[in-house]
């Protein structure tokens, strides 16, 4: 087990880098923040020399693998955390030095059992990548196809599971105190966020991720996601066809190569609605360095690690949104808010229709040029305060995986206009979806699945609700003594401080990310 004094260091160590990179001004300014926790980011900042503008993503990548996943989760969520932060953390490079190739050829030997020989007929030692958790290297298997090898750093598990151990000590700490950091519940956040990164610790999700991406975009013509190698892929290592192609964000080059620009642009939009409105499961870590293009004008996707899924009524909800705003019809949007119970029903629907009108009209009959999905995005958030919008996680994945989306089409074709694209498909796929005959066989579907699921209904509902009444017990939590219950230990108080700051520090961004 390891001491509080360990962790005493930990945290003070993590209080004073985000000091250095004025990373606390965050904490300081919430509202939600203790007074103690608030006056100790203030004393974490003395005789530190910070940026004018804080930079969270040199705080978070300085700090280590942990912190790194953390900042890339914190920002998609803008609507918390705000756009200047967000658009930090957007920057939030995950790359690291890379590992030596004897420590990756250990590596792959000992999770397989075999001699790296036996499973590639050659290995590039160079990566092509290095990330904070695993780095890619370019090998020919065996039976002379040609892949892409990622492989988990060695001893990186251990080091998540250090960091994320301190995490829980200062939680506890934090949650002892009381009050809003009780109601809080800080340890049940840390204990899901252990959980989130333990399913990204293994590879075999990421390849699960892909396998059923490829499966839905099949019908799909000109979007490819590469083939898994399941016989050289486990939790530790994933091994994927390799793609050749260019990268979509070297417009030069692709435009060199003869391929339409305006064509690929217009193919990725579509890719994208596809996976979120289709099939509710789309790859939302889009970024330039994620898409390629091949030589035949296809568009390869890559690192399947971050994938958004929407279940069917929030997709009907999603496109009815999307047609609305693009139409005009701004009662519709207002109804499908509280529908949806997005808005509470305290709240008049009509003011909440003028609202939309307010974010949508100054955008209608301008140039093509000047229209953006983000703009709207972003102008739709603006209100949500206004009316006590709860935040929904899985639909701010998508917005920002939409505007990397148009991003990116702008960047290949400046004249597209996301909704011009996106308008017919999004008609289309209503009218199928909610059409008459869809909704008769829908119905039934659902009716009949619903009669299927009542007897285990009602044994689920005897099993969490039992005689005695009562909420589901939550997980089981770890157990950490309390540093002032060590009274044979002196150094109490740095102990404290430290837990109170950085405590502070994984509630505000446990907030952020929808965790609370």
């Not at 829980?168 to 966020?193: D, K, M, S, T, Y």
């Not at 005689?467 to 089981?476: F, L, Q, Y």
Request: contains cysteine; proline residues 6%.
């Amino acid at each position: 087990m390891t001491s509080p004094r360990t962790h005493i260091f930990r945290l003070l160590r993590w209080g004073r880098t985000l000091a250095r990179h004025g990373a606390l001004r965050g904490i300081e300014s919430d509202i939600n923040t203790p007074p103690q926790v608030r006056r100790l980011c203030r004393i974490a900042r003395l005789g530190t020399v910070q940026p004018k503008v804080p930079d969270y993503a040199g705080a978070f990548q300085e700090i280590g693998p942990a912190a790194i996943k953390l900042g890339q989760a914190l920002a998609t969520r803008p609507d918390i955390v705000g756009e200047e932060v967000a658009r930090n953390l957007l920057s939030l490079q995950d790359d690291l030095p890379p590992v030596g190739f004897p420590l990756i050829r250990r590596e792959i030997e000992a999770t397989f059992g075999r001699p790296l020989d036996s499973l590639y007929s050659s290995f590039d030692p160079a990566p092509v990548g290095a990330a904070s958790i695993a780095q890619v290297h370019k090998a020919v298997t065996t039976d002379g196809r040609i892949v892409a090898v990622k492989v988990q750093r060695p001893g990186i598990r251990d080091r998540l599971a250090r960091d994320i151990e301190t995490y829980e000590w200062a939680a506890a700490h934090l949650e002892a105190l009381g009050g809003e950091a009780a109601r809080l519940r800080p340890r049940l956040v840390i204990a899901n966020f252990k959980r989130w990164t333990a399913r990204e610790l293994d590879l075999r999700r990421e390849a699960a991720s892909a396998s059923e991406l490829a499966e839905a975009m099949q019908g799909f013509e000109g979007y490819q996601v590469p083939a898994i190698d399941w016989d050289r892929t486990n939790g530790r290592v994933l091994t994927i066809d390799w793609i050749e192609g260019t990268k979509i964000s070297d417009t030069q080059a692709l435009r060199a190569s003869g391929h339409d620009l305006s064509q690929i642009a217009n193919r990725l939009v579509i890719s994208f609605l596809t996976q979120a409105i289709s099939h509710g499961f789309f790859h939302a870590d889009m970024h330039q360095g994620n898409l390629f293009v091949e030589g035949d004008g296809t568009i390869a996707a890559i690192d399947f690690g971050i994938m958004g899924r929407i279940d069917r009524r929030a997709r009907v909800w999603l496109a009815e949104i999307l047609y609305g705003l693009t139409t005009g019809n701004y009662r519709r949007v207002a109804e499908i808010h509280f529908e949806a119970q997005y808005v509470p029903s305290y709240h008049s629907v009509d003011e909440f229709a003028t609202a939309l009108r307010a974010v949508g009209e100054p955008m209608r009959g301008k140039p093509v040029s000047e229209l953006s999905v983000g703009q709207m995005l972003d102008g739709l958030f603006a209100i949500t305060r206004d009316f006590d919008m709860q935040t929904q996680p899985h639909l701010l994945l998508l917005q920002k995986t939409m505007v990397m989306v148009e991003g990116l089409a702008t960047q290949l074709d400046p004249s597209i206009n996301m909704w011009d694209v996106s308008g017919p498909f999004v008609k289309s796929w209503i009218r199928d979806e909610l059409g008459p005959e869809a909704a008769i066989a829908e119905r039934l579907r659902s009716d009949a699945e619903t009669l299927m699921r009542v007897p285990d209904l009602v044994r689920r509902i005897e099993e969490r609700f039992p005689a005695r009444g009562g909420a589901p017990e939550p997980p089981p939590l770890p157990e950490v003594e309390l540093v002032w219950e060590r009274s044979r230990r002196g150094a109490r108080w740095p102990g404290y401080a430290a837990a109170l700051v950085v405590g502070g520090a994984l509630v505000w961004g446990a907030k952020a990310l929808g965790w609370l």
